[in-house]
């Protein structure tokens, strides 16, 4: 499995989905570029996403707040006070390490020598130690473990602190008046302090929800795993305000709604599970991970929060402005209108860089063939979803001459308004078929000298590698249905 992530690693540089930032300058640490198929995968999914929530509900509404937020906005959010990770120096080694992910890749070695219970005891109380911040408890428990990753083999260890991931930056061009203001470790800060401004001008009615993607930006104590942990990546966010007291019923809604969005892209349900939190954050009374197997194990990919009135709520005594909804709504009870009252939250919070990763590990495939004499080979092939795949059509001419191009150009003509298409007229054949395996192409037509006798063209699906053919007039509708 390791194997296979190093191997989606390399693949996915190889083929200008990702690189390195910088890379001339040997990269940055925990930042990525996207290229030419990633970017193009990357907006898929963000699309895929956005119009799951803003077009297939009616009440779902989009924003697009900026990254830079009033610095009281994250006062008032917690974040200043609470948005840090405990953290462990290793005095041998010199390393730092986050103290939750020191332990659980302690207990993954634990349980892959075969001892599960001891893995799940150390999980167990390091949850309760992290719940009641019981930092010199923490730090026994690393000790009792045994935990060395020193080269002295001494398990030398400073004491656990906490250490704040937002990245701070100076406001003005004058130092001295200049403001400390945040990059926005969260996207959700900007749907809350527009909650009225959005409610009042879209005329929303609660339940009703505000969804929004862009970037965020965390300073990651440990960045690894590629871009499954990154100091700046994206986020997809949707707070659904609800009335006080239904908050359970639209997390179980959510909780469901969201597991459905993942496995519409074809990915099997069973690489997913439901994770629930044992030690909730500050704003939350109940909250589950959604996590996927990835080649590293389960991780999580997207987080659910019933974050209860706790922002709006935060928002109104920090600024001295009212946040609340009038509910004219009859209330069964009293016969009366709900009235007046600060809505709850669910929350339901996706990684776009992570979610791409998900895509990317599910997708490879080092696929053995056995040919017609016998002898194997191997195909790399990405499964990517049709849906979200950068190209969805690529148009091969089988030869550069005899009118075969111009064919092709006038199928590319009719199709790439409706969706991305590849051309491309050099190569042998077979080599232009596994170009378009690797970045994932799901269709395939090649133009030939039947073509211009009977305006057939041969279509050849990517994941069975079947060819067809099939009129030409056919071929823009039978990647329309593949992709909506
Ligand atoms: P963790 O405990 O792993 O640090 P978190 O619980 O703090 O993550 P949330 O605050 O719930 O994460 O963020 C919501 C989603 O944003 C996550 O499910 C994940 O997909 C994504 N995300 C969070 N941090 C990062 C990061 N550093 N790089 C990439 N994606 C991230």
């Excluded at 006070?81 to 992910?101: A, C, E, G, L």
Aim: glycine share 6%; proline share 4%; hydrophobic share 35%.
């Amino acid at each position: 499995q390791e194997n296979k992530f190093q191997a989606i690693i390399s693949h996915a540089k190889e083929y200008g989905f990702v690189f390195p930032s910088s890379e001339i300058y040997d990269g940055l640490s925990a930042v990525y570029d996207y290229g030419p198929y990633g970017s193009e995968l990357k907006k898929n999914i963000r699309d895929y996403w956005w119009k799951s929530m803003t077009q297939m509900h009616d009440n779902i509404v989009g924003i697009d707040a900026a990254i830079f937020m009033h610095p009281t906005t994250w006062k008032a959010s917690g974040h200043v006070d609470n948005f840090s990770d405990p953290m462990i120096d290793n005095r041998d080694s010199q390393k730092r390490y986050r103290v939750d992910h020191l332990l659980e890749a302690h207990a993954e070695k634990l349980e892959a020598a075969g001892k599960k219970e001891e893995a799940d005891a150390v999980l167990k109380k390091m949850d309760q130690l992290l719940a009641a911040e019981d930092y010199a408890g923490l730090k026994d428990l690393i000790a009792a473990e045994k935990i060395v990753c020193g080269i002295s083999g001494t398990g030398n260890w400073t004491d656990i602190r906490q250490f704040n991931l937002m990245f701070s930056t100076q406001l003005g061009s004058v130092a001295e008046d200049a403001d400390t203001i945040y990059l926005r470790p969260e996207t959700a800060q900007g749907i809350f302090v527009n909650f009225l401004n959005v409610q009042k001008t879209a005329r929303m009615k609660v339940p009703f929800g505000i969804a929004q993607t862009g970037k965020a930006f965390r300073n990651e104590i440990v960045a690894r795993q590629f871009i499954f942990r990154m100091r700046e990546f994206e986020q997809m966010e949707m707070q659904f305000f609800v009335r006080p007291g239904t908050q359970m019923e639209w997390y179980n809604y959510w909780k469901e709604a969201r597991l459905k969005w993942h496995t519409s892209l074809g990915i099997p349900a069973e690489k997913y599970r439901y994770h629930d939190h044992v030690k909730l954050a500050h704003y939350a009374d109940a909250a589950l991970d959604i996590e996927y197997e990835f080649p590293f194990g389960f991780k999580e990919v997207e987080g659910i929060h019933s974050r209860t009135d706790f922002d709006l709520k935060s928002h109104q005594e920090y600024s001295k402005k009212k946040q609340q909804y009038f509910d004219n709504d009859v209330d069964p009870a009293t016969g009366k209108p709900y009235g007046n009252y600060i809505p709850y939250v669910i929350e339901t919070s996706i990684g776009l860089d992570r979610m791409f990763l998900l895509v990317m590990s599910h997708a490879y495939e080092e696929e053995v063939l056995t040919k017609e004499d016998g002898t194997q080979e191997t195909r790399v092939v990405m499964h990517i979803p049709p849906q979200i795949a950068p190209n969805k059509l690529a148009i091969l001419p089988l030869l550069k001459k005899d009118g075969l191009p111009e064919i092709a150009r006038e199928l590319m003509d009719e199709c790439k308004p409706f969706f991305k298409c590849f051309y491309e007229e050099k190569d042998a054949i077979g080599r232009r078929y596994r170009r378009q395996d690797a970045i994932g192409t799901p269709f395939c037509v090649t133009i030939d000298h039947q073509t211009k006798e009977d305006q057939t063209v041969t279509i050849r699906y990517r994941d069975s590698m079947k060819q067809e053919r099939v009129h030409i007039s056919k071929v823009k509708e039978i990647v329309l249905g593949a992709i909506a």
